[in-house]
C-alpha cells in the first residue's frame, strides 16, 4: 500500500521505522511544525521529520491538518492508508475522508481503557499490572474507533513512564506494520470496541505531578513513577520547587509525619500517609540532578523539617 505516516516524537521513530522497511511505500510524513527548543530557543524539526528527510521521505508540517493546502497535497499523493503514531494535533473529517482506507492509529493501551493523551503515564500511576498497545480506525470520537489489534506488556515494579512507553513504542511498531499487512490482505476488519471499561487519560499537567504527602506511599511511589520522565514529580521545599526522581517504597517504615524528612547513613525517607518513601535523586531549583544524600547533606536540613510546606 501506499502510506502517508503521521507523527511528531521519538516514541514514533520505531513505527516509523519499520514501515520504511516493510512491503509498503511511505509515500510521505505528516508531523508538527518545528519548535523552538535549547537555550537558544532554536526552531528545530521534530524526530518523526528528521528521520524521514535522511530517508528522502517527503515531509508535510501543515499548522493545522485542516489547512486547504495540506489537504489538496495529501489528496494529490492519494495514500491507501495513513497510518498515525503520537502525532498530536486532531484530524477533521475532511482529512479523515482523503485516504481510501482511513487513518489508522496506534495507541499506547488495551482499549478502551485509558482512551486520551497520556495512556502509559495513567497505567503507571493507576497501578495497572498489564498494559498494551492497540491499532484503530480514526473516528471523530476519541480513541473510539474499530480496533484492529492489540498487543500486550507486563507493568514492572519499577517502570516509569519513559521504560514502559520505551518498550510499548517497540512492540507496538511490530504491530502497527502487521497490522498495514493485514488491512492489505483482507485479513483484518475493524471490530467495535466494548462498551465497559472505558477509562479516560487526559494530558498530565504540572500541577498533577505535586506530591501528595498525606496519600499511602504506594500511591506516591506510582505518581512519581508515572511522571518520570514527564512533566516530572516534584514537592515544596523551604518555599521552593523540589524535583523528584523515582522513590521506593520503605516497606515497614512507620511513625513519620506526613513531608517528614529523616536523614540516615546511607537513606533520605520521607513520610507518607502510610510507610514513608525512600528518595532516590532530587533536583533542586536552579540545580543539577543529584542523589537525595549529597542535597541533604548540603541542605543542612533541621529537625522537623518538611516536603510540600
Known amino acids: 500500500m501506499k502510506l502517508v505516516f503521521a507523527g511528531t516524537p521519538e516514541v514514533a521513530l520505531p513505527s516509523l521505522e519499520a514501515l520504511i522497511a516493510s512491503r509498503h511505500e511511505v509515500a510521505a510524513v505528516v508531523t508538527r511544525p518545528d519548535a523552538p527548543?535549547?537555550?537558544?530557543?532554536?526552531?528545530?524539526?521534530?524526530?518523526?521529520?528528521?528521520?524521514?528527510?535522511?530517508a528522502g521521505i517527503e515531509v508535510l508540517k501543515p499548522g493545522r491538518p485542516r489547512e486547504p493546502e495540506f489537504q489538496a497535497r495529501l489528496a494529490e499523493i492519494a495514500p491507501d492508508c495513513c497510518p498515525v503514531v503520537a502525532y498530536g494535533a486532531i484530524l477533521p473529517k475532511s482529512a479523515l475522508e482523503i485516504p481510501r482506507l482511513g487513518w489508522v492509529n496506534l495507541h499506547f493501551s488495551l482499549l478502551p481503557a485509558w482512551r486520551g493523551a497520556a495512556p502509559v503515564q495513567h497505567a503507571v500511576m493507576a497501578g495497572d499490572e498489564v498494559t498494551g498497545a492497540s491499532t484503530f480506525l480514526i473516528e471523530e470520537g476519541l480513541d473510539s474507533g474499530p480496533l484492529y489489534g492489540t498487543v500486550t506488556e507486563l507493568v514492572r515494579s519499577g517502570?516509569?513512564?519513559g521504560d514502559l512507553l520505551e518498550r510499548l513504542a517497540r512492540s507496538g511498531a511490530r504491530l502497527l506494520a502487521a497490522t498495514m499487512d493485514g488491512?492489505?490482505?483482507?485479513?483484518?476488519?475493524?471490530?467495535?470496541q466494548p462498551g465497559d471499561g472505558v477509562s479516560l487519560a487526559p494530558k498530565i499537567t504540572v500541577e498533577d505531578a505535586r506530591v501528595d504527602w498525606s496519600a499511602p506511599g504506594l500511591r506516591v511511589d506510582r505518581l512519581v513513577r508515572g511522571c518520570t520522565p514527564a512533566p516530572g514529580a516534584w514537592t515544596v521545599f523551604r518555599g521552593e520547587r523540589l524535583k523528584l526522581g523515582p522513590v521506593q517504597v520503605a516497606a515497614g517504615v512507620v511513625g513519620l509525619e506526613p513531608g517528614e524528612i529523616a536523614v540516615g547513613k546511607k537513606t533520605v525517607r520521607v513520610g507518607t500517609g502510610s510507610h514513608a518513601i525512600e528518595l532516590g535523586e532530587v533536583q533542586p531549583q536552579g540545580k543539577k540532578r543529584m542523589p537525595a544524600g549529597d542535597w541533604a547533606r548540603g541542605s543542612r536540613l533541621e529537625p522537623g523539617e518538611r516536603l510540600g510546606a
Do not use: N, Y
Request: aromatic share 0%.
Open 159 to 161: 517502570d516509569t513512564s
Open 183 to 192: 488491512i492489505e490482505d483482507g485479513a483484518l476488519e475493524g471490530r467495535a
Open 37 to 54: 527548543a535549547g537555550r537558544g530557543r532554536k526552531l528545530v524539526a521534530s524526530p518523526v521529520a528528521q528521520l524521514a528527510e535522511e
